[in-house]
C-alpha cells in the first residue's frame, strides 16, 4: 500500500552538508520525495513537535539541538513508507544501526542521528501537517 511518511534531516547532517547524500540513500531504497524544504524551526515548532518526549530529561536538549541550526523536512511517499523509511534509517543509536542505514552511514551519535522519522501512520499525518499544506505535497 502506497503511503506518506515523515522524515526531518536535523541540524547534525545539514550542517554537514549531508541532505544530497542522505536523499540519495532515501530515493535509492525506493521511497520518493514528494515535498522538501530547508527551515530553521522556531523553538515553539520544536517543543511542540516533541512534545511526547516533555517529562524525559533529554527534552530540553533535543528542543535545543532542533534549533540549532537549519534542518530539512521532507514528505516521502511510497510501499509501506513508515517502516520502509524506518528501516533505512537505521537504529537510533549509530553503533547497533545495520551496515548501510543513514545513521550508521552518517550519524555521529545517539543524540545527532541525522534523521527523524515518523514511528506510525497516524504520527506521520500529524507530524506532515505540522510543516506542509496538501497543496505544497506534489505526487
Known sequence: MTERTFSILK???TER????KINAVIEDAGLRIVAQRRIRMTEAQAKTFYEVHKERP????????MTSAPVVVQVLE?????????EIMG???????AEGTI????AKNV???S?????????????????FTEDQIVG
Not at 116 to 131: C, R, V
Request: no cysteine; hydrophobic share 35%; aromatic share 10%.
Open 78 to 86: 511510497g510501499e509501506n513508507a513508515v517502516a520502509k523509511y524506518r
Open 91 to 97: 537504529a537510533t543509536n549509530p553503533e547497533q544501526a
Open 103 to 106: 545513521r550508521k552511514l552518517f
Open 111 to 113: 543524540g545527532e542521528n
Open 17 to 20: 552538508n549531508l541532505t544530497g
Open 11 to 13: 541540524p547534525d547532517a
Open 115 to 131: 534523521v527523524h522519522g515518523s514511528d506510525s501512520q497516524d504520527n506521520a499525518k500529524l507530524e506532515i501537517a505540522q510543516f
Open 58 to 65: 533529554f527534552y530540553g536538549e533535543l528542543v535545543g539541538q
